[in-house]
């Protein structure tokens, strides 16, 4: 316990000193979060997989961009293979490939 209050005091006394750096212009203040972990990019998907996902919830394509708000034609598309899914649609598919009951939550 004493280790704790150790390293807290530690901690209080370096941001003390950092404020006083910065209000003396010798140190600029930051934000620094520590242990996040990030997950790893999302793999490119196959068009194949997009349509198991797809089948996985057992609707249209219609229906299935319209879950992923995405036009129609993009998600046939992805699933025909002449364009692919990149970004944050690569990451949701990635989650409702795990999860599909993901996407038909409100």
């Known amino acids: 316990m004493k ?7 530690g901690d209080l006394l370096r941001a003390v ?13 930051t934000l620094r979060m520590t242990g996040v972990a990030l ?3 999302a793999q490119a998907l196959e068009p194949n997989e ?7 919830l057992n609707v249209s394509q219609q229906i299935f961009a ?4 995405v036009p129609e034609v993009t ?3 992805w699933e ?4 692919h899914p990149s970004g944050a649609a690569l990451r949701l598919l990635h ?3 795990r999860h599909p009951d993901v996407l038909l939550q409100a």
Do not use: C, W, Y
């Not at 280790?3 to 005091?9: E, G, H, L, R, Y």
């Not at 997009?50 to 089948?55: A, D, E, L, S, V």
């Not at 319209?66 to 708000?69: A, G, T």
């Open 75 to 77: 998600a046939v598309s």
């Open 17 to 29: 000193k950092e404020t006083r750096d910065h209000f003396r212009g010798k140190k600029k203040l």
């Open 3 to 9: 280790k704790d209050i150790v390293f807290k005091a």
């Open 95 to 97: 989650i409702a490939r």
């Open 80 to 83: 025909k293979g002449r364009r």
């Open 39 to 41: 997950p790893l990019p």
């Open 50 to 56: 997009i349509f198991i996902i797809r089948q996985q």
């Open 66 to 69: 319209r879950m992923l708000n």
